[in-house]
T-cell receptor, first 107, second 113 residues
Framework: EDQVTQSPEALRLQEGESSSLNCSYTVSGLRGLFWYRQDPGKGPEFLFTLYSAGEEKEKERLKATLTKKESFLHITAPKPEDSATYLCAVRANNLFFGTGTRLTVIP | DAGVTQSPTHLIKTRGQQVTLRCSPKSGHDTVSWYQQALGQGPQFIFQYYEEEERQRGNFPDRFSGHQFPNYSSELNVNALLLGDSALYLC????????????FGPGTRLLVL
């Protein structure tokens, strides 16, 4: 059975305090791992797609990495505007989401 | 470049009623997927439409049905609404193949009383 587990459920960081979010997955025939950012009451905003172990993608203060069993979203020197829920999803036959990590960055 | 649009933004219905939600995909996209997101949960896949046909379906009852029009826009219909159907309904569009990245609309917030 496809499964995606994100940790931690919630994370509070001081502005500038770097950290990582984890997404571990079990899926038959991975066809891509996706990271999205979601602000309250809004639709998810696409961040990254990763297809194979060892792949890395970067965008501003965010960097996503992928291994055979998990993905990390590294946040370097976060700012308050990075506060959001970060969702990880894996694609086998369809897109299967985790429950997200709610990130709060305190000024 | 217009992104994914959804209407209405909010909706209140009573148990047993029927509802129709609408989605226009991102320009150039031909595939539309629908998701249900309960509060504090990740989106759950309902179904996907491509070339006006339902291509894949998640674990949702037949009360949930959909349609895709020749211009690639789509509708989600839910019959016999239950209190548990209250959620944010998200539409996502993509292009063709199943590996393509999906881009989400702002969602429709449905409240069933």
């Amino acid at each position: 059975e496809d499964q995606v587990t994100q940790s931690p459920e919630a994370l509070r960081l001081q502005e500038g305090e770097s950290s990582s979010l984890n997404c571990s997955y079990t899926v038959s025939g991975l066809r891509g791992l996706f990271w999205y950012r979601q602000d309250p009451g809004k639709g998810p905003e696409f961040l990254f797609t990763l297809y194979s172990a060892g792949e890395e993608k970067e965008k501003e203060r965010l960097k996503a990495t992928l291994t055979k069993k998990e993905s990390f979203l590294h946040i370097t020197a976060p700012k308050p505007e990075d506060s959001a829920t970060y969702l990880c999803a894996v694609r086998a036959n369809n897109l299967f989401f985790g429950t997200g990590t709610r990130l709060t960055v305190i000024p | 470049d217009a992104g994914v649009t959804q209407s209405p933004t909010h909706l209140i219905k009573t148990r047993g009623q029927q509802v129709t939600l609408r989605c226009s995909p991102k320009s150039g996209h031909d595939t539309v997927s629908w998701y249900q997101q309960a509060l504090g949960q990740g989106p759950q896949f309902i179904f996907q439409y491509y070339e006006e046909e339902e291509r894949q379906r998640g674990n949702f009852p037949d009360r949930f049905s959909g349609h895709q029009f020749p211009n690639y826009s789509s509708e989600l219909n839910v019959n016999a609404l239950l209190l548990g159907d209250s959620a944010l309904y998200l539409c996502a569009s993509s292009l063709g193949g199943i590996q393509e990245t999906q881009y989400f609309g702002p969602g429709t917030r449905l409240l069933v009383l």
